[in-house]
């Protein structure tokens, strides 16, 4: 068992997007997906890495045809429970880096929502954009999302007090960039490690969103707000959440691609 599987068998993954913060990420996330299938009359939607179904399970109660790819056995075991047989959606065990058993230019809408957060080299992340690519048709939109560098070394290195920790010293290199290693599960960048990757693939970026934002900074307050306030916490998101001086401190972002 790898340190991916040791982390997502004990932690429920679920439960971090149903929060009231996790609902912003989620929320965002929705809207965009919504937008790039704005006008396809019967989309074909595949999400790799799609954990415990969040996002595809959703998408399949909306009536819409989903291919659900998921590399954690028990991560396919929750998706499925979820199910009642009605929903058109397949799910499959699979990895990310290799989607031979998907065709070239089959979906409408590709989702890469958890991969790129456990993957710690340029060629890794490059073949799994690239699959994610080749399956999706001409002028299809492709959304991954990312796991970013600051919020870590703000809220978790300094807002946790890790600086001094022994396991962590050798974590960070001189300019404040978290170092890859897959012990420590997650794989964090900044922006332009995002931009250097979609320079070396056939797409064009269409967007870059922060789709927390300044969000998990203030998990409590967020958690704490009655529905009126929370909904205005989300229409001030939705506001910034493409501010271009703002995306790189959020949590997690979203770059919204479209094949060429």
């Known amino acids: 068992m790898n340190y991916l599987e040791q982390y997502y068998n004990s932690y429920a993954e679920e439960n971090r997007l149903l929060s009231r913060h996790g609902q912003v990420e989620y929320l ?25 179904g969040r996002y595809s399970v959703a998408l399949a109660k909306q009536g819409l045809r989903v291919t659900a790819v998921e590399l954690v056995e028990h991560n396919l075991d929750v998706l499925r429970s ?13 990895n990310a880096l290799d989607l031979s058993f998907l065709p070239d230019d089959a979906f409408d809408l590709t989702l890469v929502l958890g991969p790129m957060y456990h993957l710690y080299t340029r060629d890794d992340k490059l073949r799994a954009l690239s699959e994610a690519i080749r ?20 809220q978790f290195m300094f807002g946790k007090n890790h600086l001094w920790d022994e396991r962590y010293q050798t974590m960070l290199t001189p300019d ?31 967007k870059l969103v922060a789709t927390d934002g300044a969000t998990n900074y203030n ?3 967020i958690d704490a707000m009655d529905e009126d306030t929370f909904a205005l916490w989300m229409d001030y998101h939705f506001a910034v959440c493409e501010r271009r001086d703002l995306i790189g401190a959020s949590h997690h972002t979203l770059d919204i691609l479209r094949k060429k």
């Open 135 to 154: 399956v999706t048709k001409p002028g299809g939109r492709i959304l991954v999302a990312y796991c970013m560098n600051e919020s870590t070394v703000i």
């Open 82 to 94: 979820k199910l009642d047989g009605t929903e058109p959606i397949t799910a499959m065990q699979g």
């Open 28 to 52: 965002t996330t929705m809207k965009y997906i919504e937008e790039s299938l704005a006008g396809i009359e019967t989309p074909a939607i595949l999400e790799v890495g799609a954990g415990t």
């Open 219 to 221: 998990r409590d307050m």
């Open 176 to 206: 404040w960039h978290c170092k890859s290693d897959p012990a420590e599960v997650f794989e964090l960048v900044r922006t332009e490690d995002i931009a250097a990757l979609d320079a070396e693939l056939p797409v064009e970026r269409l």
